[in-house]
């Protein structure tokens, strides 16, 4: 039981914790790969991740505040 429960903790990390680790897999992915169609995808997923990541993290900023 506390396995399960262990692995599940494991989880739960933040959207912007998983898009960078992505981005820097993806990142490491592309060093391996020559120029092809595959490589141009990794890139752009990776662009996307750490997009998705400063995006997020934007909109949790203290200077972003709902109306009261």
Known sequence: MS???RSRLKKFKSLEERLIED?????EEDRLLKLCVARVQVLRKARQ???GARAT??????GLQPPK
């Open 3 to 5: 396995q399960q429960l």
């Open 23 to 27: 981005a820097k897999r993806l990142r």
């Open 49 to 51: 991740d750490e997009t």
């Open 57 to 62: 993290e934007w909109l949790r900023s203290a």
